[in-house]
C-alpha cells in the first residue's frame, strides 16, 4: 500500500551518527518508517545495527541524530516504543518468576507508585500466552531455557502495548519452533497495525519475513521495499562482496537464491 | 550503559587532581615546625600526660621549658604519637612518663628514645605493694589520685631534673619541698571532705575504672561500668546490673569523666528513673586528663581538688 | 526470659535492636541483589570524616549532630561512587574501595588533627565507630522507629520500581523511569540505616547487618516480596536473640552478638533452605538416583530386553 503522506510517520530518524572512542560506527543515517509494517535490519557484522537502535532508543549517546516518534521527540513518546535487546544480561538468578518479568512491562503505564493488580497480571498472562509460555508463568527465569527466557522477554515487550517495536535479533539461537511462533507473533502485530523494526542476521529468510529492509553497513546502504531493495546488487554493496549466490539457470525466475555468506 | 564525559571537562579535573594532592600533601607535611622548643638555656623537658607536665613545670620554674604531648579530654591509653610528637621527644633532653602501661601505644618510642636520653616513668619508685592489680594481672596506672603516691613521683621527677641539670639542686630542691607541702595539704582535704559524707553513700560510680587509688586512699567504694581501658567493651547485662546496684543501694549520683562519652552513663541513669530512682550525673570528672590550660583545673592540684568537691558535692 | 520485657534497658534494647535489623534487612535485600553488598562497609568508613567534621563545627560531642555529619558524608560518598562508575570504566566494586579508602584516610587525618588541637574531649568521636548497643535509650528507639518506618514506606511505595532498576536498569530506562534518581535514592536510605546502625554494632560489623539477613532469605524463596520481608524478619530476630543472649552473660557486647546470630541463620540457612539449602540439594539428589535406580530395576525385570532399555529412557 502506498504511504499516505498525510499520516505521521511511526518513526522518523534523522542524521544519526555515533562513535566509540571517536571512531564512527554508525554514519549519517537517515530513513522514515511506514506504519504497519515489519521492517528487517540487515548488515554485516559491526556494521553498526544494534548500535543504531541503542541510539534511536537513547541508550547510547550518539554525536549527532534526532529521533522522532509519531512527529514528537523520542523521549516525550517512551510510551509508545517496545523494545527487546539482544541475549539480555541480568541476573538470571534474581528472585522473579516469568510473570513477574512480563509485568514489568506495563510499569510504564502505571507510573510512580501504584502496585500491580488483577488487570496486570491478566495482560501478563494474556501475553504469556502469546509466546507459549503460559505453563511457565510461575517458574524462576533461572530455570528457563535460553529460548524461553527470550519469549519471555518478548512477551514483556508486548505486554508494554507499544505501538513502535525494536527488536534486537530475536531469532538468534532460537530453534524452528520458536522461530515459528515468534514470527506468527509479529505478523500479529503487524495485523494490529503496530510498526516492528527487526535486526536480523538470516538473509536468507528476509523476503519471507519482511516488508521493508534497510540494509545498512555503517552508512545506510539502502532502505525501501523487500521486493525492490533486497537485490543482489545492494546486497554486494552492503557485504562488501562477501556474498555468494547460486544462479539457478534451470529456474524461470530471474532471482538468484542466496546460498552462502557471512551476515 | 556508559555516558562519556566531555574530554575537556575530564582532562580539567585530572589536571586539578595531580596538582592539589601534591601540593596539599606538602602544605600539611610543612605545617609542624621543627624545632620544638625554643632554644634558650633552659632544660628541654617532654612529658605525656597534663599530670606529669604541671607538676615538672612546678619544680622546674624558670630553669625548665615542659611540652605536655596529651591536652585536656586526650586518652593516654589510645593515644598515638603523631610525628610532630616525635619530633617534641626527639628535641627533649628529658621525657617523662606515667608508666604502668598507661600510655599503652608509646611503649616502642620510649625504648628507641632511651637509647639516646633520660626517658623516666614517674612511678618508678612507688613500691610495688602500693600498686593496685587489675582483673588480668597488670598493674592500674592511675597512681595520680593517691596524692601521696604522686608526691613519690614528684621526687621522682625532681631527681631526674638534678641529674640532668646539675647545677640547679638547689633550686630544684626548694620549689619541690614547697611544692610536696602543698600537696600533703591537698591529700589531707580530700580525706577529710570524703569523710563528711555518710557511708552509706559514700559511693562512686563511674564510666570508668579509673579511681582505684582514689577509692583506696580516701576510703570511698568505687564501681566502673568498663574495664580498665577506655578500649573495653561491656554488653546490656553490665548495664543492667549496674543501675539495679545503684537502685538498689541507693546512689544519688553518677560521674561522667572528660575522656569517655556519656551516652553509656544515661543509659543505666534513664533505667533506673524508668524503675523510680533517680540518678543523677554528679558532675564531670577528670581521669586520664586535666582541664583546660590557664584553668584551676588545668593544674594537678586543682584538678584533684575539682574531683573532691564534685564528689563530695553531688553525694553528701 | 520476662526480663526481657520488663526491663527498662532490656526493652530499649530490644526494640532498638529489632527495629535496626528490619531496617538493615530490608534495604539490604537491595543492596545485596544489586551485587552492592559491601556498600554497607564503605558507607560506615565513609562516615568518619563527616562525623569529625560535624565535631570541628560545632564543638559540640552529640549524637544527633555526629548522625547527620555521617548521614552528609554517606550521602556524598554514594554520589562519589555513582559518579566514578558512569563516567569512567571502573566498576561498582573498585569504585567502592576507592570511595572506602579516600574518605576513611581523609577522616583519620581529621581525626588526628582533633586529637592534637586544643578542642580536646574528643574520645567521643571513635567510641561512636565501635557502636554500642547496650547504652540505648527511648530517645534512640523513637529514632530507630522512624527510621524503619521511612525505610518501610519507601520501599513498599516504590518496591515495583526498586525491583525493576534492581533486575534491569536498562529497561527501566527504557521506560521512562529515571534510574540515576531512584538509584540514588536507593543508596541514601542504605545510608541511613548504615549511620544508625553504626551506633548499635560500630563501623566494621555494621556491614554484616546488611547483608547476612538478606543473603539468608533468598534461601527460602525465591520471590522478591517476601525475600525483603523475611529478610527484615531475620534482622529483627538477630537483634533480639543478640540482646537475649547478652543480657543474661556480663561483658557480652550486645551488638556483635546479634551479628553472630544473623550469621547462625545465614548458616541454618544453608543448609535446611528448602530449594536451594545443602540438604535439600542432597536429599533430592538421592531421591532422584533411588527413583531412577527403581525404575531401571523394574525394566530390566521385566526382561523385555533391549525395548525396555528404551522405555527406561524416559526420564
Known amino acids: ?200 542476521h538470516d538473509l536468507a529468510t528476509v523476503e519471507q519475513y519482511f516488508d521493508s529492509v534497510m540494509l545498512l553497513n555503517g552508512e545506510l546502504v539502502a532502505y525501501g521495499p523487500t521486493a525492490s531493495t533486497f537485490t543482489e546488487e545492494m546486497l554486494q554493496k552492503a557485504y562488501g562482496g562477501r556474498l555468494t549466490f547460486l544462479k539457478s539457470h534451470a529456474s524461470a525466475e530471474d532471482e538468484p537464491v542466496l546460498i552462502a555468506g557471512r551476515g | 550503559m556508559k555516558r562519556r564525559m566531555p574530554s575537556s571537562i575530564k582532562r580539567f579535573i585530572m589536571t586539578l587532581l595531580f596538582l592539589v594532592v601534591p601540593v596539599a600533601l606538602v602544605v600539611t607535611g610543612c605545617g609542624q615546625g621543627s624545632g620544638a622548643f625554643k632554644d634558650d638555656g633552659k632544660l628541654h623537658v617532654t612529658a605525656t600526660i597534663g599530670m606529669i607536665s604541671d607538676v615538672a613545670k612546678e ?121 610536696l607541702a602543698k600537696l600533703e595539704e591537698l591529700d589531707r582535704y580530700a580525706r577529710e571532705q570524703i569523710a563528711t559524707i555518710p557511708e552509706q553513700g559514700r559511693v562512686m560510680v563511674t564510666a570508668h575504672d579509673a579511681f582505684g587509688y582514689f577509692g583506696n586512699a580516701y576510703a570511698i567504694e568505687v564501681v566502673g561500668l568498663q574495664g580498665i581501658s577506655t578500649a573495653a567493651e561491656y554488653g546490656s547485662k553490665d548495664v543492667t546490673a549496674l543501675r539495679d546496684m545503684l537502685v538498689e543501694r541507693g546512689i544519688k549520683a553518677v560521674f561522667v569523666e572528660s575522656s569517655v562519652p556519656k551516652k553509656s552513663i544515661e543509659a543505666v541513669i534513664e533505667g533506673a528513673k524508668k524503675l523510680g530512682h533517680e540518678v543523677k550525673i554528679g558532675g564531670e570528672l577528670f581521669s586520664d586528663a586535666m582541664g583546660e590550660s590557664g584553668t584551676e583545673e588545668g593544674t594537678y592540684i586543682g584538678m584533684v581538688r575539682h574531683n573532691v568537691d564534685t564528689i563530695v558535692g553531688a553525694l553528701k | 526470659m520476662l526480663n526481657l520485657i520488663t526491663d527498662p534497658n532490656l526493652q530499649w534494647i530490644l526494640l532498638g535492636s529489632m527495629l535496626l535489623g528490619i531496617s538493615t534487612g530490608v534495604v539490604g535485600t537491595f543492596a545485596y541483589l544489586r551485587k552492592q553488598s559491601l556498600i554497607g562497609d564503605t558507607l560506615a568508613h565513609a562516615a568518619l570524616p563527616g562525623i569529625c567534621i560535624a565535631f570541628m563545627l560545632t564543638e559540640v560531642k552529640s549524637v544527633g549532630l555526629f548522625m547527620i555529619g555521617a548521614i552528609v558524608a554517606g550521602m556524598i560518598a554514594t554520589v562519589g561512587i555513582s559518579w566514578i562508575t558512569r563516567y569512567s570504566r571502573i566498576k561498582q566494586d573498585a569504585a567502592m574501595g576507592i570511595v572506602l579508602s579516600v574518605f576513611f584516610g581523609l577522616g583519620i ?48 511505595l516504590l518496591f515495583k520500581e526498586f525491583k525493576l532498576i534492581s533486575f534491569d536498569p536498562g529497561y527501566a530506562r527504557g521506560l521512562g523511569f529515571s534510574v540515576a534518581t531512584l538509584e540514588q535514592l536507593l543508596l541514601w536510605l542504605v545510608t541511613i540505616a548504615v549511620v544508625v546502625g553504626i551506633q548499635a554494632v560500630g563501623v566494621v560489623l555494621v556491614a554484616a547487618l546488611l547483608i547476612t539477613p538478606a543473603v539468608s532469605a533468598r534461601y527460602w524463596t525465591d520471590r522478591l516480596g517476601v525475600m525483603t520481608v523475611l529478610s527484615g524478619l531475620f534482622g529483627a530476630l538477630s537483634g533480639a536473640i543478640g540482646t537475649w543472649v547478652s543480657a543474661g552473660t556480663a561483658q557480652l557486647p550486645t551488638g556483635p552478638l546479634s551479628v553472630l546470630t544473623a550469621t547462625a541463620v545465614f548458616v541454618a540457612s544453608v543448609l535446611f533452605g528448602p530449594q536451594r539449602g545443602v540438604i535439600a540439594k542432597l536429599v533430592r539428589r538421592r531421591t532422584a538416583k533411588r527413583d531412577w535406580a527403581a525404575e531401571n530395576a523394574k525394566q530390566t525385570g521385566t526382561g523385555v530386553g533391549a525395548s525396555a532399555k528404551e522405555r527406561g529412557v524416559s526420564a
Open chain 3, 109 to 156: 587525618v581529621l581525626l588526628t588533627q582533633i586529637q592534637h588541637s586544643s578542642y580536646g574531649n574528643q574520645s567521643g568521636l571513635d567510641k561512636f565507630l565501635f557502636g554500642q548497643a547496650a547504652s540505648m535509650t527511648a530517645k534512640d528507639v523513637y529514632t530507630m522507629t522512624s527510621v524503619a518506618v521511612v525505610l518501610i514506606v519507601v520501599c513498599a
Open chain 1, 1 to 200: 500500500m502506498a504511504a499516505n503522506k498525510s499520516v505521521i510517520a511511526p518513526l522518523t530518524v534523522t542524521n544519526m551518527t555515533v562513535a566509540y572512542q571517536k571512531k564512527p560506527v554508525v554514519r549519517n543515517v537517515s530513513f522514515e518508517v511506514t506504519e504497519g509494517e515489519l521492517i528487517g535490519i540487515i548488515g554485516p557484522n559491526g556494521a553498526g545495527k544494534s548500535t543504531l537502535i541503542k541510539a534511536i532508543l537513547g541508550l547510547q549517546p550518539s554525536l549527532s541524530g534526532e529521533t522522532l516518534v509519531y512527529g514528537k521527540p523520542y523521549k516525550t513518546q517512551r510510551k509508545l516504543v517496545g523494545y527487546v535487546p539482544q541475549r539480555e544480561s541480568v541476573d538470571w538468578d534474581f528472585p522473579t518468576n516469568a510473570l513477574d518479568v512480563v509485568m514489568m512491562g506495563r510499569y510504564g503505564q502505571l507510573g510512580l507508585f501504584r502496585r500491580p493488580g488483577a488487570k496486570e497480571k491478566a495482560i501478563g498472562m494474556e501475553c504469556l500466552a502469546k509466546v507459549g509460555m503460559a505453563d511457565f508463568a510461575g517458574r524462576q527465569i533461572s530455570q528457563l531455557s535460553g529460548g524461553q527466557q527470550q519469549r519471555v522477554f518478548l512477551a514483556r515487550a508486548l505486554a508494554q502495548d507499544a505501538t513502535l517495536y525494536f527488536m534486537d535479533e530475536p531469532f538468534a539461537g532460537v530453534d524452528a519452533a520458536t522461530e515459528k511462533a515468534i514470527i506468527q507473533l509479529l505478523n500479529e502485530l503487524k495485523r494490529q497495525g503496530k510498526t516492528v523494526l527487526v535486526v536480523h
Open chain 2, 59 to 179: 619544680i622546674g620554674g624558670d630553669r625548665v621549658e615542659v611540652i605536655g604531648l596529651m591536652g585536656p579530654g586526650v586518652d593516654p591509653h589510645l593515644y598515638k604519637a603523631s610525628q610532630g610528637d616525635i619530633a617534641k621527644l626527639e628535641d627533649a633532653k628529658v621525657i617523662l612518663y606515667g608508666g604502668l602501661h598507661l600510655e599503652g601505644k608509646m611503649t616502642e618510642i620510649f625504648e628507641k628514645m632511651s637509647k639516646k636520653k633520660s626517658v623516666v616513668p614517674v612511678t618508678k619508685n612507688i613500691p610495688e605493694s602500693s600498686l593496685l592489680t587489675t582483673g588480668d594481672g597488670t598493674f592500674d596506672p592511675h597512681v595520680w589520685f593517691d596524692v601521696k603516691l604522686w608526691m613519690s613521683a614528684t621526687e621522682t621527677i625532681r631527681d631526674t631534673l638534678i641529674e640532668n641539670d646539675p647545677a640547679h639542686e638547689a633550686e630544684y630542691r626548694e620549689r619541690t619541698d614547697a611544692y
